[in-house]
């Protein structure tokens, strides 16, 4: 397998994991930077063009990563929660039912609206991730699943459930 | 930064990159299974009601990671193309801006549509992935952008000029 380096670097209001808004309804608004590093700028030619960008960052102070020693090989079991409760729940799920930073590979993803560019620093709306995270990859976003189409499993009979008994919230 | 390792492999009707539908108007329909290994079926609790997923995975025979050796660190530069023309248009992009194989960290992405889960199998539509490609993640699809949000650069400019003059493409 390889290792990832880091291809730049989010600048983001997010200091701590409990300040980025999580759980049913949480809006992810926040305008953040994504820093390249400059022996990379060529390859930000015309990505302006696009209107939003995916994001594959990684969880750098996950309870994993924190855990194994960041800048070590995050290639242990540690840190890693198979079924956990995510913040939007009441009830365990398995992790690949879920955006947890308890994964196998401590990778996130981010969809965000990319405003301008301006040399190596795209200002972007959206970002999720904290301060410093760094980034492993940017690709431009293509296209939806029309959105009649999706099946949104346990998540939807969360927010069904919210809207029923809202105080029905542990 | 951390070693990436797979959670599993993907199963596809695809044994060389020059069998994967490429270019203006490529369609993704092929039938594949994500082959997810048995540490990690946990994971996989209640990914059923999705309808979607987001398949994060490693371009293990780009260019990039041949040279290097697969199996080995693929922190080197080898490989990297950070401008370089894609199939579905005859001008230079940046890396950023493209879904080529050749970037810094080999990471790719598929969206894919879910249609049953057998144990530790997901039979699943959409794959463009070669045979055996090594799995990283899978999150759920969670929400689209609207598709009149989207602005889609250089692959829409290149979409107008096929139109316009069908013969023009080298």
Redesign the interface.
């Known amino acids: ?7 730049g670097f989010v600048s983001s209001p997010y200091k701590d994991a409990s300040e980025v808004p999580k759980g049913l309804g949480a809006k992810h608004e926040a305008d953040g930077v994504l820093k ?1 590093l400059p022996e ?1 700028e ?13 994001v ?1 960052w ?1 969880f750098d102070r996950s309870p994993q ?1 924190r855990k ?1 020693g960041f ?1 070590k ?3 242990g079991t540690h840190g890693v929660e ?2 956990g409760t995510p913040p939007s729940d009441n009830r ?8 947890s930073p308890r ?5 996130g ?1 981010t ?1 965000v609206e990319l405003r301008r560019r301006e040399g190596i620093e795209l200002h972007v709306r959206g970002v999720d991730m904290l301060d410093g995270t ?1 980034i ?12 009649e ?9 969360a927010e069904a459930r919210q809207k029923c008994s809202p105080s029905d919230r542990s």
Chains 1, 2 share one sequence.
């Open positions: 397998m390889f290792t990832s380096r880091p291809i390249i990379f060529l390859g930000l030619t015309d990505i302006e063009g696009f209107s939003h960008l995916i594959i990684e990563s194994q800048g090989q995050g290639s198979l079924l365990p799920h398995g992790v690949f039912a879920t955006r994964r196998p590979n401590p990778i993803l969809t760094p492993l990859d940017i690709k431009p976003y293509l296209s939806s699943i029309p959105s189409k999706l099946r949104r499993g346990w998540l939807a009979e």
